[in-house]
């Protein structure tokens, strides 16, 4: 996915344009009615700035140049042109604030609809899929869409702007009006000219920033390799070099901007003016003629070229735009869904018997990791899985969360389909205790409730307690309160695992899956946590990944996996005496732990 | 202003192209003058019925001469002044970037990555707007507002000027108010979208738990009041941002009210022509920019001050690892003696190592084995000059390493890190790291002398393949060998391998041992390692436990001790004959 993007940002068809800016339009649906009022007060906006020359146009070719004006007509005259003045600051508050308000909406309902989706995909997505990648879509991308929404904003201003200055030119007169559009054509090559030349460089320009920045952080990263080795002197040429060459790229920009942009427009409008003079002068030359007219058109052809400078500057944020919808639109298109239920609203796990039926799993249909897997635990037994990395345990328990569908055979639980149980009865009725404690930012209280608001904070104590998470909690300055953050760093391994034994315990699962920490855990906490692992177990169908021997002795059934079959099962005792794998396993760790 | 004083290094040094850039604003700014003029004066010769073909064609003439004028002189300002801003972006970046590669220790934990990154791009930023936006405010203010200013005045008249422009210093205050305030909302903005940002990488990287506990849901509502916060912050943005130009319009609109209404009455009574009047409401509209302009200029010129606060901070920070005047500048050699008392990390409690003395003699090799977090690689980065707070001396050929420069003792040492730092490049040049003007042949010994030739070639493009961000992700193993190809290939007076070959198979680890005691006949070694394996052919190994040297000796005579050495030795013989009997 990620490759796939890199080609896309290179070129985008123009058709292939349109569809996604179909798409992405899509999300603004809900704000039309504000997208079209901020658009009404657009052409009210132009109209009132067509209207104010309008007025001075007349107070002169009826009034001042005709002579004999009372103070009366002049006081009319200003005041009628500072009322419309004010419409038109008010038009134009609204027309901004409306419509950046309903972009920002939109841009809130992109997210939305993008965060819903992620929680729909399933973990194989997760699993394939870099968490930057994923991260760098939700926010940033979705941050780009702002500017792509004002870039519509500009051409909407631009575009009335246009029309209507063009209008009220026809309404004054059409000859010089014809005349004038003959700097249409003009406009246009220049807009072209521009947009070819800057969004080259304005891409290379970009790249050669991030590559500017990638260098300084690796460089940072590196120091003490760098320093180590003596290449201070090295690196520094370098990086002279690649800043260098975004200077230069950087510049070659300023010198297309000075080039293309605004000194242009300005002569182009200033030449306009010599051909509306010349033009009325010409006329003038014969006959007398209205000279406020004259005013006005300078005026119009003012309103006319203005709004253009904003347009062509806005023009590569609108690629930038194009880009990052695309983005956003791979993740909307992804398939990955969280495995289907046949949900069967009355299916309910009461006993928590658990049976895999010749179970067979790949994560990719090609390489089978599980291969016709069988065993049943009864209501409240211990199973435990044991074997080396790449042996098929993790994947277990994927097949038993319901992250990855399986392929072949059945999984059962109180006799009924794995598949048939809502997805929210399967995973309030089984807690499974992660490997490595995730933390989440908020309070110890928050991280044991995560976000299950029907939990009371006694329960939450009363839960502590169990796992005797309490007695380091409650030596914490603020106890239940006390903030987690950093994802627990100020905590240690131990007691993160304590604090997720307690979010798992405080829903009182039926099933137990526990996948045990291969890190080493503190020895202070050690003790509390094979403690309360056992007290967890008490009363609950438990699966659970050792890695530690010692920890599962009192398991009702041991299985041991190699490449994705049970190359042996029993207890411990049973194992032990048959003198296979997992004999020479435990007595390995055995002396381990004696030194 | 202070700021500009600040900067007055950058502007002497390209006065010449400041001057030009200025003097083209300021002509720019007196032709911007003539065509209002122009269409005043057309339409009063129109008016007055005096309009010749000649007298058209000559205004027409130089109407449209200015309008090239402008052109020409406007590329020349924007070229100069950006294109100095741009420069200035880079002669400080440079300044940075030097700086950092020669800043210690202390420094890098004191600034995180984050921080740095954020001083190199958005203080720069500030930093650019006043090189370009400051400069060009202010002498487009001071130019363009001047000249109209004058011409208002002398050109139509004085009466009218004065008035007219009685509500334009408004604009200046609002620009100034507005702009402070809106930076304030735009703060708090921001801070909403980078909680959001937390918020989202919480959730993407604690999927597997919100899976598991099947809060979707309930996680969902949350982000949702967290993009509400977000619309919210935004919305008091937008209230302020939007009152921009409404705002400008008004203070304008009184302007054109009190023109009207005034210049109205000096036509009626033939004080001022009508074109005078055309040509005063184009002159007007000229001083928009200029006044809003200034106040910009005082929030452009706040910010880049602060920016250039922190840039000067960070450059003003030094290093305490400096090499001492007159140092020796000969390669270290000979006899390396640790005489240590006690060392502690700047800033830290307690201290890391106590009473670490040994001796070793050139040509041989030291055995450092202990726990994780005992002070062993302290040992080695005390060695590499990384601090040299501690109380004791060490030695090197019979001189204090601190006494030598830092080219005659960090080259000579080959030190493979437990983090096996790896750079976007090649994997070529990721093993000539330290001369990258070495041949292929010699990158390719050493490759095999670190056992990962085999490696590479097996990748998709041998040498050429390019680890890192973009390109393959190597095992921990292979990271580990090129970083020792790379010690290797400096073929260093002292090498130090710091639990370098944890992630190598043991018998990988035997060749490459083997292969380096060949190869460095007669230098120094140390090896420090969790693996008694690594380190069980050293003339001297020192067993380290909490900063402390608790038994020393050779292999044999530690075994003999009975100690902590013993135990490891021989737990990890069982765990390789059993990896050995499943193989």
Redesign the interface.
Known sequence: MEQQELQKRRTIPFNEQMRILKRILTFASPYRNQFILAICFSVALAVTNAALPRI?QV??DD???V???T?Q???F???L??GV??V???V??FE??IF??AS??TV?NI??QL??K???LG?RF?DQTS?GW??TR??NDT?AMKDFWHVFLTIIQGVFGVIISLGAMFLLDVTVTLWILIFAPVLLLVIRFYQVYSSRTYHEMKSKLSL???K?????????????????K???KE??ET??S??NS??SM??I???LL???I??LY??A??LI??L???D??TS??E?GI??AF?SYANDFFRPLTRLMDSLSLFQDGVVSSSRILTVMDNEEY?PEQEDDPEAQITNGKIEFKNVSFSYDDENYVLKDISFTVNPGETIALVGHTGSGKSSIINVL?R?YDFQKGEVLIDGQSIRSFP??E???RT??V?QDS?L??GTIKDNIR????AITDREIIEAARFVQADQFIEELPGQYDARVVERGASFSSGQKQLISFA?TIV?DPKILILDEATANIDTETESLIQEGLERMRQGRTTVAIAHRLSTIRDADQILVLDKGHIVERGTHDELIERGG?YR?MYE?QN??LQ? | MGIFKRLSWFFKQEKKSYLVGIGALIIVALLQLI?PR??GI??DE??M?I???ES?LT??LI??S???G??VL??LW??RI??NA??L??IV??QL??H????D?EF?QKYR?GD??AH??NDLRGLRMVAGGGILTMADAISVGLTTLLAMIFIVDWRLTLLAIIPLPLLAMTSRVLGQKLHLRFRDAQAA?SH???K?????????????????K???E???KQ??N??EK??SV??I???F???I??I???S???T??VG??L??GGEIS??D??TF??YIGMLVWPMFAIGRLFNIIERGSASYDRIENLLREETSIVERQGAIDRPVTGELSFELDSFSYPDEEGTTLKNIHFTLEAGGTLGVVGKTGAGKTTILKLL?R?YDGYKGRIRYGGYDIRDYT??AL??H?G?V?QDN?L??DTIRENIR??D?SLSQEAVEAAAKLADIHEDILAMPNGYDTEV??RGVSLSGGQKQRISIA?AIL?NPELMILDDSLSAVDAKTEESILSGLKELRRGQTTIIAAHRISSVMHAEEIIVVEDGEIVERGTHNSLLEQDGWYK??Y??QQ??RE?EG??V
């Open positions: 001075i107070f002169i009034h001042l140049t002579g004999g004006v103070i007509t002049i006081l005259f200003a005041s042109h500072f003045t004010i038109r600051m008010t134009w508050y901004l604030y950046n308000m920002e909406k809130q997210r939305h965060f819903t992620l929680h729909n973990m997760f968490t994923i991260i939700a926010t941050e500017l920045n990638t300084l952080a690796e460089t940072i990263n590196g120091m003490s390799v760098i320093q180590q080795f003596r290449q201070e090295r690196l520094q990086f002279e800043n260098q975004y200077f950087r510049f300023v010198r901007n000075a080039l605004s000194p242009v300005n002569m200033t030449l003016v010599v003079l010349a009325f002068g010409i003038a030359l007398p003629i000279v004259i005013y300078t969280v969360m992250f997805m929210r399967l995973r309030h807690g499974l992660l995730f989440f930012y995560l976000m299950n608001q979010s829903r794998s020479d390995l002396i381990g030194s | 065509p122009i269409i057309v339409v129109i008016e019925g309009i010749t073909q058209l205004w027409l109407l449209a200015t309008a090239i402008q052109y406007r590329y924007r070229v950006w294109g741009a420069k972006e880079q970046r440079k970037f030097d950092f590669t020669n800043m220790n890098f990555t740095l990154m190199a791009t979208f959001l940002n937390d989202v990488q919480e959730s993407i990287q604690g999927i597997k738990v919100i899976k598991t506990f099947g809060q979707e309930e996680d969902i949350q982000f949702s993009t509400d977000v619309v935004n919305r937008y209230k941002d939007s009152l130009d409404p705002a319009t008004f304008m609109g009184i054109y009210f009190l009207i209404l109205g009455w036509i009626s009508v074109g009047f055309v409401i184009n590499l990384e830092l080219d960090l080259k040492i030190y890190p730092y750079f976007s790291f330290a990258p890192g961000e790379r400096i135990d490891m021989e737990q069982l765990v059993l009997g499943e």
